[in-house]
């Protein structure tokens, strides 16, 4: 009676199932919404001030990053207590923020982009290849970087949207394809490249933060706001919410599926670009490591802020979440091994803990 | 010794604090054909998956097989051991594999040392069950490539395939509903060879006509009651039946009769073919006119609603509106809605709302385009929007940041209807609107509906519940399998149901 299948919120379906569970019980009994649940009052619930719930219920992951904090305070007062420890927390992992918002982008419309990592890669090699062997004027080196990674973008999009293939299998190709193609660009070397003014894009002090991460904060604020206020981010979140609601609205489903793998692209491009420029030179073999912690981070962030959905706010916090912890261990003397561990680790809990949130939240 | 092949006392389900059964009891002889028949929401498919095992059934229900008592709530395996197999509506087959694939999937027979399937048995197998249904299909035929009937002839082969004949149950779960007309009687024909052997058939079915023609006795559900059990179809009529199913019509007072043909028509829609093959339909709705359309489930009556707001594209067909016209086998939902189409879709779960979203940004949702800019959309009208239709169409939530998952059925669909009247269309178009709402809710909602008729909007309402239909609508459609239609301007739902069930017989409508 009705046409092709549809999807469910973005979260919903790359969490867990227990969606598809309710919707097999409403097809056919015809009264699963009959029985509403009982509302549950407990003293906890009487009591609790109003800010005090806002706190447990969505920010409990600061609460938790406070107190790992404090943990790691007490233990080593002087190196972690130090400002450039702060400075290190926060700033450090400028790369990993792009790329965090480059997944996010994706998956706020119910896809999978697995493929970010790499294309990263593919501009943190196309830089240095054409600017330091080539003689290319750097600036018109990331032009090209970035031109070719949206074109990555939207050969991830042709197959997956116009081709309907599973977006998993598409960027997980796609993915492994441009390591290799980097590889090849880059002859399997280290290529380095140094420029004084390059490399201020990154480090450049302000306000006593390299620049790059007030791009950061900066970057995830803008996603904010269009998700929020803007006619495109409020139909990005139903496309990932529901892609047949969204469709009956009037919506252009697959004009703004392509659209998020561009950009997603795009921003990924971007974090090659600050990677090149803040360590001057990229190994094209190592882009696959950092696509784990960008996943991480923004399966952490639907715990906190907007609990339940995918959110640029929230994303931020899970990065410096995380990256605190692997500092803090590595600080104690944890070889590297622990990020890996950490990361790993994170990703399951924090897909967990995602589940169990948005099963609890009952209001947006 | 009790001479009943299955035997099933006291059926209750309860979900929630509502009864869908209650204490049902129907009862199959062996070698008989029984027909189990009610309308939408009746309870006759939860009938179905308590014996499959699907939903446990509330303490005090008794089956037997054969005399046998059958442990409960039903385990598949046990049951499918004692003869009971099912074939679904959608027959189950899978069609880039074979027939003798589909016909032995869940009891492939192995090889003894590689354990891998034995295809030379499994394709005697298939043989096996073909012949003796004498269906004339070679099992290495792929399925995707049968027509309809040899389709249900697999899916019933497949039913077969482990019962030794003249045992058992077949449960046909409404299997014939795809089978064109003229194939029927092909159809019923297996059907009698196989209870010939002594298997007895249980069918679940909407056709009135096919169990006067195939039944023998024929049990009738109304919200979960029995009304007719096992009553004798020789001394039926379809009329019998349906007056049965329907039971007292309900509440069929409040149908405003007002003459509106001097009104403006805010839509028309002309050459709508529903189905390549069928004749193609017309229809005109005016401003402030509530018009229903109706028909047995295939009869094309239900997809009407999506190709008249570009949600699926049609073989032909053109809408006009003051708007301007939008072909319909070429536009889509933007046209539409640009014409002033609105669409409320039946499955509001899957094709009608966001429910991990909030009440507020669900109603926002069409809107957002229109009353915000490129690069700012205002909170304020979104809050307003959402507090007025909660207020109107009193939706019981707590706030508008109320997520939809939270509601019940009731106030999801009051939640859906107030979303697309934010947009104030010319013409709403709504599928099944009262689906599985609790009464109260469907009263608001039908209230709804007429005031926003009113107002001056034209409604095209397409829905299976006569009852709903005679209350408000001005005037019904009653669309039949070659895609004739017959108007009524009726306050009966009596004569929607012998209009629905008696496609044959023209009735006599009133002016258009």
């Known amino acids: ?364 | 010794m009790t001479s009943y092949r299955l035997e099933a006392r006291h059926v209750s389900k309860t979900f929630g604090s509502t009864r869908v059964l209650d204490d049902v009891e129907f009862l199959v002889a062996p070698g008989e054909i029984h027909a189990l028949i009610g309308q939408n929401g009746s309870g006759k498919s939860t009938v179905v998956k308590i014996l499959t095992g699907y939903h446990t059934p509330d303490a005090g229900m008794s089956l037997t097989l054969d005399g046998q008592l059958v442990e409960l709530p039903v385990q598949w395996d046990a049951i499918t051991a004692a003869g009971v197999s099912v074939v679904h509506q959608d027959l189950g087959l899978l069609d880039h594999m074979s027939v003798a694939e589909n016909i032995g999937v869940g009891g492939f027979v192995r090889s003894k040392v590689l354990r891998r399937i034995d295809w030379k048995k499994q394709h005697a197998i298939a043989q096996a069950v073909l012949d003796r249904l004498q269906v004339q299909v070679d099992p290495a035929t792929p399925v995707g490539a049968l027509n309809a009937t040899n389709r249900a002839e697999v899916g019933i082969a497949r039913a077969l395939r482990d019962q030794r004949p003249g045992e058992g149950v077949i449960i046909l779960d409404e299997a014939t509903r795809a089978l064109p007309r003229e194939e029927l009687v092909r159809f019923h024909g297996l059907l009698k060879r196989v209870v010939a052997e002594g298997t007895s058939v249980l069918m679940v079915t909407h056709n009135l006509d096919e169990v006067l023609a195939l039944a023998d006795r024929v049990t009738i559900l109304r919200d979960g009651r029995v009304v007719g059990s096992a009553l004798e179809t020789s001394g039926l009529t379809e009329q019998d039946m349906a007056k049965l199913m329907l039971g007292k019509t309900v509440g069929s007072l409040s149908r405003r009769q007002k003459d509106l043909s001097d009104r403006p028509v805010v839509a028309s829609v002309s050459g709508l073919v529903t189905e390549p093959g069928r004749a193609p339909l017309s229809l005109e709705i005016r401003s402030g006119e509530i018009v229903g359309v109706t028909g047995l489930p295939g009869t094309g009556f239900e997809t009407v609603p999506y190709l008249v707001s570009g949600a699926r594209k049609a073989p032909a067909g053109s809408l006009r509106t003051e708007a301007g016209q939008v072909d319909l086998a070429k536009g889509d939902v933007v046209d539409c809605l640009r014409a002033g189409i609105a669409l409320v879709p039946e499955r509001r779960d899957r094709d009608g709302l966001a429910f991990e979203m909030s009440i507020r940004d669900n109603i926002a949702l069409p809107n957002i385009r229109k009353r915000g800019s490129r690069w700012f959309v205002g909170r304020a009208w979104q809050a307003v929007e959402a507090d007025k239709a909660i207020e109107l169409l009193s939706i019981k939530t707590r706030s508008a940041d109320t997520l939809i998952k939270e509601l019940s059925g009731g106030n999801q669909q009051k939640v859906l209807f107030a979303k697309w009247l934010s947009v104030s269309p010319r013409v709403l178009v709504l599928h099944e609107p009262t689906q599985a709402v609790d009464v109260g809710a469907r009263q608001d909602i039908l209230t709804s509906i007429q005031a926003v008729a009113d107002s001056g909007v034209g409604v095209l309402l397409a829905s299976g519940e006569p009852g709903d239909l005679v209350e408000i609508c001005d005037r019904i459609l009653v669309l039949s399998r070659d895609g004739s239609v017959v108007q009524l301007r009726t306050d009966s739902a009596d004569d929607v149901l012998e209009a629905v069930y008696n496609e044959a017989v023209p009735t006599a409508g009133g002016p258009a």
């Open chain 1, 1 to 364: 009676m009705n046409p092709e299948p549809s999807s469910d919120s973005a979260a919903v379906r790359l969490s867990s199932d227990e969606d598809v569970t309710g919707r097999i019980i409403s097809d056919s009994g015809e009264h699963a919404e009959a029985s509403e649940p009982p509302t549950r009052v407990t003293l906890r619930s009487q009591y609790e001030p109003k800010w005090l719930h806002t706190l447990t219920s969505k920010y409990a992951l600061v609460l938790v990053w406070a107190a790992m904090a404090l943990v790691y305070y007490i233990l080593m007062p002087h190196s972690f207590g130090s400002i450039g420890a702060v400075r290190a927390i926060f700033g450090g992992q400028p790369v990993l923020v792009f790329l965090a918002m480059s997944a996010l982008i994706t998956l706020l419309v119910a896809e999978f982009d697995l493929s970010v990592a790499s294309i990263m890669g593919l501009a943190a090699t196309i830089v240095p290849v054409l600017a330091g062997l080539h003689g290319v004027n750097v600036w018109v080196a990331c032009l090209i970087a970035l031109v070719a990674c949206m074109g990555a973008g939207a050969i991830n999009a042709f197959f997956v949207v116009y081709l309907d293939v599973s977006s998993f299998v598409v960027t997980l190709g796609t993915g492994t394809l441009l390591i290799g193609l980097s590889q090849w660009i880059s002859a399997s070397n280290v290529v380095s490249f140094q420029d004084d003014l390059f490399s201020k894009i990154a480090l450049q002090p302000f306000l006593g933060m390299p620049v790059s991460f007030w791009y950061g904060i900066g970057l995830a604020l803008f996603i904010a706001y269009v998700l929020a206020y803007t006619p495109l981010g409020r139909h990005m979140l139903f496309v990932g919410a529901n892609r047949e609601v969204a469709r009956l609205a009037g919506i252009r489903v697959n004009g703004i599926r392509t659209g998020a793998y561009i950009v997603s692209s795009l921003l990924a491009g971007f974090s090659g670009i600050i990677l090149v420029s803040a360590l001057g030179g990229f190994d094209s073999t190592s882009s696959g490591q950092f696509l784990l912690p960008a996943l991480a981070a923004v399966f952490l962030g639907t715990t906190v802020v907007q609990p339940g959905q995918f959110n640029p706010i929230g994303t931020m916090i899970a990065i410096w979440f995380l990256w605190t912890g692997i500092f803090g261990l590595q600080l104690l003397g944890f070889a590297g091994w622990v990020q890996n561990v950490f990361y790993g680790a994170g990703l399951v809990v924090a897909v967990a803990l995602a589940k169990v949130v948005r099963s609890r939240s009952k209001t947006a």
